[in-house]
């Protein structure tokens, strides 16, 4: 009896928090993450390129988004090089997180923290796409409750074609095919650190308090 009992109130709290979880979708329908709990995440109505969906906390401390980036389908990414160009952005050390696989796809995770800023995000490659989610806590600890539910609602809704997608690149050296023009281990930086400023930084707060308080 007392069994039954538990397990009715542990449905009762839980039930509320499902039933309020809504699913966000990419326009493309590769993935879908479930949003940030509307009680204290605000949507930016039109968030800045490159983003596709982005919400800020109420205090203004947290940043969750989506971003895409177009990336060449034969271009191999280097994991390392990523990593460096997320330390690089924010001034401070990236700690490599286990690698995902979701519907054949590999997922990387990191997380890189300075003095004033904490960035989880996750790396998915599909076509000629590169997604990332993005979870940055700027003055303070982060939540990380609320990033790890962020980070592992991701799903992929499309699952890989039977080619393995050139995502897991190992070490410094170049592929073969994709030509001596291509400087993989800068653009993989670039990748990695891209977008990280302006999600943790000032600007979007500012976007979203010029939508509430338009200059006279």
């Known amino acids: 009896m007392l069994i039954k009992v538990v397990t009715l109130a542990i449905f009762t709290m839980v039930l509320?928090?499902?039933g309020n979880a809504q699913t966000w979708t990419s326009p493309d329908g590769f993935l879908s993450i479930t949003t940030p709990n509307a009680k204290d995440f605000q949507a930016v109505p039109t968030p800045p390129p490159p983003f596709l969906a982005l919400w800020v906390s109420n205090d203004q401390r947290m940043k969750f988004g989506v971003m895409k980036l177009q990336i060449p389908p034969n271009v191999k990414l280097i994991q390392s090089s990523a990593e460096e160009g997320l330390a690089e952005e924010i001034g401070g050390k990236v700690t490599r997180l286990p690698t995902k696989q979701l519907s054949g796809h590999?997922?990387?995770n990191m997380t890189a923290k300075s003095a004033s800023a904490e960035i989880t995000q996750a790396m998915v490659r599909h076509d000629g796409a590169l997604y990332k989610l993005m979870?940055?806590?700027?003055?303070?600890?982060?939540?990380?409750?609320?990033?790890?539910?962020?980070i592992d609602s991701?799903?992929?809704q499309q699952p890989s074609s039977m080619v393995s997608e050139p995502m897991t690149q190992l070490g410094n050296q170049p592929a073969n095919d994709v030509g001596e023009t291509v400087d993989m281990h800068n653009l993989s930086k670039t990748?990695?650190?891209a977008s990280a400023l302006l999600i943790a930084g000032l600007l979007v707060y500012l976007l979203i308090r010029g939508k509430k308080n338009p200059s006279t």
């Open 16 to 18: 509320p928090l499902v």
């Open 154 to 156: 991701l799903a992929i």
């Open 191 to 193: 990748i990695g650190g």
């Open 106 to 108: 590999d997922v990387w």
């Open 135 to 150: 979870a940055a806590t700027v003055g303070g600890d982060s939540d990380q409750v609320a990033v790890s539910q962020f």
